[in-house]
């Protein structure tokens, strides 16, 4: 049966489930104690032998015959022999599980031989090298006896030839231990030269790839892959050292090497602290950890955070307990402060005087101006009256240069004239002789004193008839100014400057008075000027009159001036000409503003843009922070501002002006202006021509524009014709401040004035018609009259105000009844009506009303 089976068939076999490769498992080990199971295919391995060795025998089990009693040894011929049936322990296992017994044997069996010949190969050099180091110690040995006693030289051959002899041994036992090729040395070659063994350095070797049978247990796959790298370079493909590693190498070779002496000295560090500061930021500038300062404030009774601010105060604490120095700075030293750059004395060089002329209007300071320089600026201005402040140089007989600036007199230009004699020398009183002292010379007087410059009283007008000078000495007194006619100090000139008499003692006097005072300043500095006045102008931008105070202004410069900044492209006199530079006492306009500044902003020259824009940065958020600062807001002012909203009528305005001085004296004007009724709101002021964006905001809140010397554009012309804007155009200031008072009046409405015209008591109420009821008066006071405005009280409180609609005596209507008699009316638009009620009858005059 079995014979039917093993015969070969040439059908196909028919298919089934049974496996046609049985699997086996393998477990792979990985670094870190990891393990996997993989299954693989059980194949049939094939053992290869090194060459001169027996082939190993099949894994088949084989049966050796009886050797014959032949004397020769021969092979003996290894006979199969029927393969015996399996014990009952092996038919238990199945078939998976004997291939698995079978790969473990034979991966131990591999392993042993593997490891005996590791030990054989290890014992090998280990006699070599014994054998190495006894010849080189006898080679020592004969070199030392040979230097003692030099023997023979024959037997030094013999000697060299010895020691092969004594090797040969060795080297056979040692070759039949290790399989080795070796080559045989006759006796008749020479002998080999001798040299101290030094050791080798050791290379990295290659790891050679294992074979199959070995992957199961070393899991390293890619040890012996062959990459370009090691290629070419076959003695360094080893994996070389980082240059972090090398660096972090050495670093803690040098710590090793430093010697430490005790603890550390800490270091004391100068700390920078602002007005506030975070305690996080302030333990980085410290170099301390923030948790050692939250926990010194939490022992001063400070529960924080490092996010959260502390003041200056608490910082320096901090700063002192931790041993460190502070360095305390504010956001205001980012600011220029002039009073801390003061000149040295050597330095300083005499200057012009600058003078201011003051007075009030119309007394004649601009004709007295135009006097001195031989011009005539009176004759341009609008109204004959001077509303903007003008700076010149005049130039002396004598030679010397005198500055003077022309202030306004009108009551408008208060900050004007104050500003002049804050940045003046000497203050030049003008006073019509005709005229007296008026309101704005007291002004004046207080200014010039409230600045502390010394007064000298020009007394104009005096050709003129009615004049009188010895008056305004007199009223001079008043004021503490005693000229020196009555004992004084205070000079004091007539003039007249219609005909040009007395100038020259006026310059005379101008001149002593500079001398006296000794006018210097330091010409060779960066420089610093008062802004005098400041326009928008349409073609060259924004403009400032700058009188220099000290140093040298030139083109170029790079300045702040206030809160704006810019660089100096051109400069320009009084009388219009392009100068390159302009030394103290000089008033120059300055065009290259980055905006239209203050009128009185200092203007004073930086070193670079960056420290320009700097300043300029801090001085504008200063600003906003004084327009948007809020009072302190309790519940009686909370109350107040409503009920001031609900009452009280707000008139808004648009204002531009030519020049910054003239807005800012018309806005002051305006406010001047406001009643408890009534009061102006300035939506918007400002210096320049009237464009696009000034008529928005007029028409978004149904504001006239103001405009004083100005006019609008083309494009701002068409958007106020569109949303029916109201323009006012002005060049005189007082016929300003009237129109916009009677706007104001107007917007209140007519003042009604009550006229109590009689009295009369209810003494009886009779029905009237269906609804209406009659009441009989008796007429107290004055008379009633039909048609009149009534007021019905009782007990002294209003019931109803109405109008009387009929008015009867008797049967009789009639148009008025006198006190003492009785009559009967009929009220509109009600019926409450009550004996012993009282009447009122009055009547309503309507005024126009007056600011």
Do not use: W
């Not at 196909?12 to 993989?38: I, W």
């Not at 135009?370 to 005049?394: C, M, S």
């Not at 916009?740 to 009237?768: D, N, Q, S």
């Amino acid at each position: 049966m079995s014979d039917e089976q093993d015969k070969p068939t040439l059908t196909r076999k028919p298919l089934g489930l049974k496996r046609t490769v049985e699997a086996g498992q393998v477990q792979q080990q990985f670094s870190h104690g990891r393990r996997n199971t993989v299954v693989v295919e059980v194949k049939r391995r094939r053992v290869l032998g090194r060459p001169g060795e027996a082939a190993p025998a099949p894994e088949v089990e084989e049966v050796q015959a009886a050797p014959a009693p032949a004397p020769a040894p021969a092979p003996v011929p290894v006979a199969e022999k029927p393969v015996a049936p399996k014990p009952a322990a092996d038919s238990l296992m199945s078939r998976q599980e004997r291939q698995a017994q079978l790969l473990r044997e034979a991966e131990e069996a591999r392993m042993s031989a593997l490891e005996e010949n590791r030990r054989r190969e290890e014992a090998a050099r280990a006699r070599a090298a014994e054998e190495e180091k006894a010849r080189v110690a006898e080679a020592r040995e004969e070199k030392a006896k040979a230097a003692e006693a030099p023997a023979p030289a024959p037997a030094a051959p013999a000697a060299e030839a010895a020691a092969p002899a004594a090797e040969a041994p060795a080297a056979k036992e040692a070759s039949e231990e290790a399989p080795r090729t070796t080559t045989t040395t006759t006796s008749a070659a020479p002998a080999p030269r001798r040299f101290t063994p030094v050791e080798a350095p050791k290379r990295p070797e290659p790891k050679r790839p294992e074979p199959k049978s070995a992957r199961g247990t070393d899991n390293r796959r890619q040890s012996g892959k062959l990459t370009v790298t090691r290629a070419l370079n076959d003695d360094e493909g080893a994996r070389a050292r980082s240059l972090a590693a090398l660096k972090r190498a050495r670093e803690k070779e040098k710590r090793s090497h430093m010697v430490s002496s005790g603890p550390r000295e800490k270091q004391v560090r100068e700390v920078v602290v602002p007005d506030t500061i975070t305690v996080q930021e302030l333990a980085n500038r410290m170099a301390e950890k923030g948790a050692d300062l939250v926990k010194a404030l939490f022992k001063m009774g400070m529960p924080v955070t490092v996010n959260q601010t502390i003041d200056q105060d608490t910082a320096e604490l901090l700063v002192t307990e931790f041993g460190h120095e502070i360095k305390r700075v504010s956001e205001a030293d980012v600011d220029i402060r002039h009073d801390e750059d003061v000149d040295d004395a050597a330095q300083l060089k005499p200057r012009a005087p600058v003078v201011t002329i003051m007075g009030h209007v119309d007394h004649g300071k601009t004709s007295l101006l135009d006097a001195l320089r031989g011009a005539n600026v009176q004759a341009g201005e609008a109204g004959g009256i001077t509303q903007h402040i003008g700076a010149y140089q005049v130039k002396t007989p004598d030679g010397s240069i005198v500055t003077f600036l022309d202030t306004p007199g009108h009551e408008a230009f208060t900050e004007m004239r104050q500003r002049g004699a804050n940045v003046t020398d000497i203050v030049i009183l003008v006073v019509a002789a005709d005229d007296g002292l008026k309101p704005q010379s007291i002004e004046a007087i207080h200014h010039a004193k409230a600045a502390g410059v010394p007064i000298i009283v020009a007394i104009n007008k005096v050709d003129k008839e009615g004049a009188n000078p010895q008056r305004v000495r007199e009223r001079l007194l008043e004021h503490e100014l005693v000229v020196e006619e009555m004992g004084g100090e205070v000079q004091n000139v007539e003039v007249s400057a219609l005909k040009k008499t007395g100038l020259d003692k006026l310059l005379d006097a101008i001149a002593l008075q500079a001398e006296i005072m000794e006018l210097k300043a330091n010409p060779d500095r960066a420089a610093e000027g008062t802004v005098v006045e400041a326009k928008l102008d349409k073609g060259r931008g924004p403009v400032a009159t700058i009188l220099v105070r000290r140093g040298t202004l030139k083109v170029g410069d790079i300045f702040v001036c206030g809160a704006e900044s810019g660089r100096v492209r051109a400069l320009v006199d009084d009388q219009g000409r392009q100068v390159k530079e302009a030394g103290p006492s000089t008033p120059v306009e300055v065009l290259g503003l980055g905006g239209v500044p203050m009128a009185g902003d200092t203007l004073t020259v930086v070193e670079n843009e960056a420290r320009a824009r700097e300043v300029a940065a801090y001085r504008q958020s200063e600003a906003l922070k004084k327009r948007t600062a809020q009072a302190p807001v309790s519940l009686e002012g909370m109350f107040s501002a409503l009920a001031d909203k609900a009452n009280v009528i707000e008139y808004p305005v648009v204002i531009k002006g030519d020049v910054q001085g003239s807005v800012e004296a018309i806005v002051n004007a305006l406010n001047k202006l406001s009643t408890d009724e009534i009061r102006v709101r300035v939506l918007h002021s400002g210096a320049g021509a009237i464009t696009e964006s000034d008529v928005t905001l007029a028409a978004a809140t149904n504001a006239p524009i103001i405009g004083f010397n100005v006019r609008p554009n083309a494009k701002a012309r068409d958007i106020a014709k569109r949303e029916k804007v109201r323009f006012m155009y002005h060049d005189v200031i007082y016929h300003l401040t009237d129109e916009v008072r009677k706007e104001m009046a107007g917007e209140l409405g007519p003042e009604r004035i009550e006229h109590v015209v009689g009295r009369a008591e209810v003494k009886e109420v009779f029905p009237a018609g269906k609804r209406d009821k009659a009441a009989g008066l008796l007429v107290l006071e004055g008379s009633i009259r039909k048609g009149l405005h009534a007021r019905l009280t009782r007990d002294d409180v209003i019931v109803s105000a109405t109008t009387i609609a009929s008015l009867r005596r008797f049967k009789d209507d009639v148009a008025e009844v006198r006190a003492g008699l009785e009559c009967g009316v009929v009220l509109a638009d009600t019926n409450d009506i009550k004996p012993g009620d009282h009447l009122e009858v009055f009547e309503v005059e309507e005024r126009e009303r007056t600011l």
